[in-house]
């Protein structure tokens, strides 16, 4: 199974968050009411979901900031730099 998800823990988010702004970037310039998206999480958050208990992971990507390549930083530490975050797993 490959799963792709906004990190609502990315540190641009973070930022909006403490400004007082849902962050716009993660729901790809729509207000949160104008998106179908009903669950907001970050990696750490998805990682402890019930499901996960049972996966096994065997890949995942982080995508930089402007969802364009796979970041070095953003696949080393997922929950602060990468805005997406692609999984590949074994269920």
Do not use: C
């Not at 970050?42 to 930089?64: H, S, W, Y």
Request: no cysteine; hydrophobic share 50%.
């Amino acid at each position: 199974v490959i799963i792709e998800f906004p990190n609502f823990g990315f540190w641009w988010y973070r930022l909006e968050l403490l400004a007082g702004r849902f962050p716009r970037l993660a729901l790809y310039g729509h207000r949160v009411w104008e998106t179908r998206q009903t669950k907001f999480f970050t990696f750490n958050d998805f990682l402890e979901l019930p499901v996960m208990k049972k996966a096994r992971i065997q890949r995942t990507a982080g995508i930089d900031w402007k969802n364009r390549r796979v970041s070095f930083l953003a696949s080393r530490f997922p929950n602060l730099f990468a805005r997406s975050v692609l999984l590949e797993l074994i269920l």
